[in-house]
């Protein structure tokens, strides 16, 4: 829309908005954050829409069909049934509005995106990209990435891979020259990713893979004291219950007997959804 817009275009084929409308409904209910990405660059969609009204309700209705369809999903996925409508993008979001739920997961300051998650993913290479051209900063790419920098700044929770999706962003927006200053923080990327690889992978992240596998090794009989123990270890070191698909029946039934659990039970059948936490984001 954009390139019709600069190229002075009356048009765009009714297909690219048909396809524009599913990317959108799909991006959403696939992790909610993705409208934060859209923020800035929707300028152009919208300057678009009010040159070609009728033409744009086809990007639209083809967004409205998609969510119902996703919705209908959701629904049959959750409750095997889809009487009973589950809307995941608004109960995630609904979730992770309220401090007092990502308080469970951990607050940040607003600068610990920028400061700190930034810098990491990146490590030397960050020196290429600093200062953005001037043709770089005019790029979609860099709306996409400045909007979703700044939306999710907003947000008191922020965890490094929340950005992961700025990494081809960030690399369609920088020019890697054959100079020598260029080669050395090249060069010095490799043992900089060695390092993150022990540190993030192994020391990090890496208890989470064997955690869900010695869960699955009990059943979901939570009369016996083994499973009360394990579900209040889980709950006393402030481990949410991962997804069904991870643990099967501990996530499905959601009814270990600690406290807490109770209470995320008696909200999952509030809500009908199961409540996606501020790790979901």
Same mark, same amino acid.
């Given at each position: 829309?954009?390139?019709?817009? !600069?190229?002075?275009?009356?048009?765009?084929?009714?297909?690219?908005?048909l396809l524009l409308g599913f990317l959108v409904a799909f991006?959403?209910?696939?992790?909610?954050?993705?409208?934060?990405?859209?923020?800035?660059?929707?300028?152009?969609?919208?300057?678009?829409?009010?040159?070609?009204?009728?033409?744009?309700?086809?990007?639209?209705?083809?967004?409205?069909?998609?969510?119902?369809?996703?919705?209908?999903?959701?629904?049959? &996925?959750?409750?095997?049934?889809?009487?009973?409508?589950?809307?995941? *993008?608004?109960?995630?979001?609904?979730?992770?509005?309220? %401090?007092?739920?990502?308080?469970?997961? $951990?607050? @940040?300051?607003?600068?610990? @995106?920028?400061?700190?998650? &930034? *810098? =990491?993913?990146?490590?030397?290479?960050?020196?290429?990209?600093?200062?953005? =051209? %001037?043709?770089?900063?005019?790029? =979609?790419?860099?709306? =996409?990435?400045?909007?979703?920098?700044?939306?999710?700044?907003? /947000? #008191?929770?922020? !965890?490094?891979?929340?950005l992961i999706p700025m990494v081809p962003l960030w690399a369609?927006?920088?020019?890697?020259?054959?100079?020598?200053?260029?080669?050395?923080?090249?060069?010095?990327?490799? #043992?900089?990713?060695? $390092?993150?690889?022990?540190?993030?992978?192994?020391?990090?992240?890496? $208890? /989470?893979?064997?955690?869900?596998? !010695?869960?699955?090794? &009990? #059943?979901?009989?939570?009369?016996?004291?083994?499973?009360?123990?394990?579900?209040? +270890?889980?709950?006393?070191?402030?481990?949410?219950? *991962?997804?069904?698909?991870?643990?099967?029946?501990?996530?499905?039934?959601?009814?270990? #007997?600690? @406290? +807490?659990?109770?209470?995320?039970?008696?909200?999952?059948?509030?809500?009908?959804? *199961?409540?996606?936490?501020?790790? !979901?984001?």
């Amino acid at each position: 829309m954009r390139k019709a817009l !600069e190229s002075k275009e009356k048009r765009i084929s009714s297909y690219k908005l048909l396809l524009l409308g599913f990317l959108v409904a799909f991006g959403i209910f696939n992790r909610v954050t993705f409208v934060a990405w859209l923020v800035l660059p929707s300028i152009f969609v919208f300057r678009y829409g009010f040159r070609n009204k009728l033409q744009s309700l086809l990007a639209v209705q083809s967004f409205l069909f998609f969510c119902l369809i996703f919705i209908a999903a959701d629904s049959y &996925y959750f409750t095997g049934s889809i009487n009973t409508s589950i809307i995941t *993008p608004l109960n995630n979001l609904l979730y992770n509005s309220k %401090t007092s739920n990502l308080a469970q997961h $951990g607050l @940040h300051p607003y600068y610990q @995106h920028i400061l700190v998650n &930034y *810098p =990491t993913m990146f490590g030397p290479l960050i020196f290429l990209a600093f200062p953005f =051209t %001037t043709n770089s900063i005019r790029s =979609t790419s860099f709306l =996409t990435m400045a909007s979703g920098m700044i939306v999710l700044s907003l /947000v #008191p929770h922020q !965890e490094l891979r929340f950005l992961i999706p700025m990494v081809p962003l960030w690399a369609s927006c920088i020019n890697i020259s054959r100079s020598t200053t260029n080669k050395v923080f090249v060069v010095l990327w490799i #043992p900089f990713n060695l $390092g993150m690889l022990v540190f993030m992978g192994k020391l990090h992240q890496g $208890g /989470v893979v064997p955690a869900l596998q !010695e869960l699955q090794q &009990y #059943p979901g009989n939570y009369s016996k004291k083994r499973d009360i123990s394990i579900c209040d +270890r889980l709950h006393g070191f402030k481990v949410r219950i *991962p997804r069904a698909v991870a643990i099967g029946h501990y996530a499905v039934k959601g009814t270990c #007997p600690s @406290h +807490r659990s109770r209470e995320r039970h008696a909200r999952f059948q509030k809500h009908q959804s *199961p409540l996606p936490p501020a790790l !979901e984001l």
